[in-house]
């Protein structure tokens, strides 16, 4: 597609339940990327697949939160029992290539994720 | 742990004044460095990078950021705001990680 891809754009949630928040990125992009933007805490990198490599998992802050990559596209985040804490947008980000950031990524409008 | 500051959390200026926004990053090594900006109900978009050469950088709609090794810095500047630039700025840095690190933002609101 023109641009990168995020549902729901919005979700509201039960403590306790599962969310899945999907990412579709551009096109022939390589690597794709996860953030999460609390109020006034900035931008916060949760996890990155490049092409076929193992993905980079070291900004997930639990293990509730995974992530998959299907066919080197779409991702799906799934975060297991949330908790009112999970609250935030979270954003997918594409580059045509992965690593460095040289290309800068292209952002999705991401899904803001409210726990109740 | 490599991280990337911003200082100025809110910032509010009247349309024509001065804008210089701090950005500052604890890396020792080679470093790229972006400014991305996201309008109010808009995805985050790329205003400029740098790499090498040049420490001063242009990026669009009239921002500049200067590159000051010596200081780790990389800072945001723009002579003359409009109303449109009402927006929350990110820093970000590459610092050899395999993602970008962000700056928690600097939201700048411009009053006509």
């Known amino acids: 597609g023109a641009g990168v891809s995020q549902s729901p754009s919005n979700k509201v949630t039960e403590k306790g339940k599962d969310v899945e928040l999907r990412c579709d990125p551009i096109?022939?992009?390589?690597?794709l990327y996860w953030y999460r933007q609390s109020l006034g805490q900035g931008l916060e990198f949760l996890i990155y697949?490049?092409?076929?490599?193992?993905?980079?998992k070291s900004g997930l802050p639990s293990d509730r939160f995974s992530a998959e990559r299907t066919g080197g596209s779409v991702s799906t985040l799934t975060i297991q029992r949330t908790q009112q804490e999970d609250s935030a947008v979270y954003l997918c980000?594409?580059?045509?290539?992965?690593?460095?950031?040289?290309?800068?990524?292209?952002f999705g409008s991401g899904t803001r994720l409210t726990v109740v | 742990a490599q991280s990337v500051s911003q200082h100025n959390h809110h910032v509010i200026l009247s349309e024509a004044a001065s804008l210089e926004l701090g950005c500052n990053y604890s890396?020792?090594?080679?470093?790229?460095l972006f400014w991305y900006v996201q309008y109010p109900g808009q995805h985050l978009q790329l205003l400029l990078k740098?790499?090498?050469?040049?420490?001063l950088v242009k990026g669009i709609k009239g921002f500049e950021a200067e590159f000051i090794k010596s200081k780790f810095s990389f800072n945001l500047r723009k002579p003359s705001v409009q109303w449109s630039d009402t927006a929350e700025y990110f820093c970000?840095?590459?610092?050899?990680?395999?993602?970008?690190?962000f700056g928690s933002g600097t939201r700048l609101q411009v009053q006509p």
């Open positions: 980000a594409s580059s045509p290539t992965g690593g460095t950031g040289n290309y800068g990524y292209t």
């Open positions: 096109s022939g992009h390589t690597a």
């Open positions: 697949f490049q092409g076929n490599s193992a993905p980079d």
């Open positions: 890396y020792g090594g080679t470093v790229n």
């Open positions: 740098y790499f090498s050469g040049d420490p």
């Open positions: 970000a840095a590459d610092t050899g990680r395999r993602a970008l690190t």
